[in-house]
C-alpha cells in the first residue's frame, strides 16, 4: 500500500471511532498495525473534501461486497462430510484448513527479532527453521543475525531443504510455542520453506553475512548453494526489470534514497534510471550523485535493502516482473 493509501484507510479508520477502528486492528497483520498506526499518528488535519471522497469510495467499493457464508471453515467441513463421508472428508479438511490454531507461531509476528532470537536459539535447527518460514523474509534475516554464524547456517540449510510442513508436525511446533506465548490468530499452511525461501532471506542479511551463509551451505551441498544464488534477486538485478517496471519504482522511491541507493550501483544500473526519467530529472540527480560525498557502505546497503522491499512488493502487485535464474518466476 503507498503513501496515499496508508493516508486514506487512517482517515477511514479515525471516522469509525475507538471501538470500531479496534475490531478492524484485530485483523491486521503486525506490519500493517505498525504501518497504520504511525500514519494516525502523523495525521492532524483533513480536508474536508477529502475526508468526503474516502468515505464515499469505501461505500461505493462495501456495496460491491456480500457475504456468502458467515463461517466459511465450518461450511467447507459440512460440504465434504455430506459429499465423501467422514472417513473420506477428514483426509482432506486437515490439508483444506491446515493448522486452524496457530496462535503460538503466529504471535512471533509481533515480537522483536532478539526476543524470537533467544527464544529460538537452544532448539534444534529444524524446529528453528520450520517456526521461522512462517515469518516475512525480513523479520527473519533479523532474527537470524542474533544467532552465531554457525547456528545461522545449520538453520539456513534447513530453510533451503524444507519442503512444506504436514499439519500434524504444525500443530506440534504451534504447541511447543504455545507454552511460552499467547495470542495471534488462524492462519492457513502455505508451501513454506524451500530454496527461494532461502534465497529471499539471505537477500536481506547483507554482504557480509550473505557470503558466509552460501559459503556454509557451498561446503555442505555445492548444488544447492547454487540454486539458492540462481534465485537471489540483488540490487544489481534491477537493471534487468524492464523500462515500465523501472518507472513504477522511481514513483515509490524517495529522491534522497535512491541517491544514495546509487551511490553504490553499477553504470549500467544508474543508466537505466536516468533513462526512465525526464532529461530535467536525470540531469538533477546525476548532479546530485557528483556533489554527493563519501557515504558508508552499511547506509548505501540499507537504502538498497528497502528499495529491493518495494521491487518486491511491486512484484506481488504484478506491476514488475522479476527473472529468476530456475525455471519459475522468482517471486
Same mark, same amino acid.
Given at each position: 500500500m503507498d503513501e496515499t493509501g496508508l493516508e486514506d484507510a487512517a482517515i477511514l479508520l479515525m471516522? #469509525?471511532? +475507538? +471501538?470500531e477502528a479496534a475490531e478492524v486492528f484485530k485483523h491486521l497483520t503486525p506490519k500493517e $498495525?505498525? =504501518?497504520?498506526g504511525e500514519t494516525i499518528a502523523k495525521m492532524k488535519t483533513v480536508s474536508r473534501e477529502r475526508f468526503d471522497g474516502v468515505l464515499g469510495r469505501f461505500e461505493s467499493q462495501a456495496d460491491e461486497h456480500s457475504t456468502l457464508v458467515s463461517n466459511t471453515d465450518e461450511y467447507v467441513?459440512? $460440504? #465434504? =462430510?455430506k459429499a465423501l463421508g467422514e472417513d473420506k472428508a477428514n483426509l482432506l479438511i486437515d490439508r483444506i484448513l491446515q493448522g486452524s490454531d496457530v496462535t503460538g507461531i503466529e504471535s512471533l509476528k509481533w515480537m522483536d527479532a532478539g526476543a524470537i532470537a533467544e527464544l529460538l536459539r537452544h532448539e534444534h535447527p529444524q524446529i528453528i527453521a520450520a517456526i521461522l518460514v512462517h515469518l516475512e523474509f525480513d523479520q527473519v534475516s533479523d532474527v537470524l543475525r542474533h544467532f552465531n554464524e554457525r547456528l545461522r547456517n545449520e538453520v539456513m540449510v534447513r530453510v533451503a531443504t524444507l519442503d512444506g510442513i504436514q499439519p500434524t508436525a504444525l500443530k506440534d511446533l504451534n504447541e511447543v510455542l504455545s507454552k511460552v506465548l499467547a495470542g495471534g490468530d488462524r492462519m492457513r499452511k502455505a508451501n513454506l520453506g524451500g530454496v527461494k525461501s532461502a534465497a529471499e532471506i539471505i537477500n536481506m542479511m547483507g554482504s557480509?553475512? +550473505?557470503t558466509s551463509v #552460501? !559459503?556454509?551451505i557451498r561446503e555442505a551441498d555445492n548444488d544447492l548453494a547454487q540454486k539458492i544464488m540462481d534465485?537471489?534477486?540483488?540490487? !544489481? !538485478? $534491477? $537493471?534487468k526489470i524492464d523500462d515500465k517496471g523501472i518507472q513504477a519504482l522511481l514513483k515509490e522511491v524517495q529522491s534522497e534514497s535512491l541517491i544514495i541507493a546509487l551511490k553504490g550501483a553499477t553504470p549500467e544500473l544508474r543508466d537505466k534510471v536516468f533513462k526512465n526519467m525526464s532529461s530535467r530529472a536525470a540531469e538533477t540527480l546525476k548532479e546530485d550523485l557528483e556533489s554527493r560525498g563519501p557515504v558508508r557502505v552499511s547506509d548505501v546497503e540499507s537504502e538498497q535493502k528497502e528499495m529491493l522491499k518495494i521491487v518486491r512488493r511491486l512484484a506481488d502487485e504484478g506491476q514488475i516482473v522479476l527473472g529468476g535464474g530456475g525455471d519459475d518466476q522468482f517471486l
Open positions: 471516522s #469509525l471511532g +475507538e +471501538e $498495525v505498525q =504501518r497504520l467441513k459440512n $460440504v #465434504l =462430510r557480509a553475512i +550473505e #552460501l !559459503d556454509y534465485n537471489m534477486f540483488t540490487f !544489481d !538485478d $534491477v $537493471v
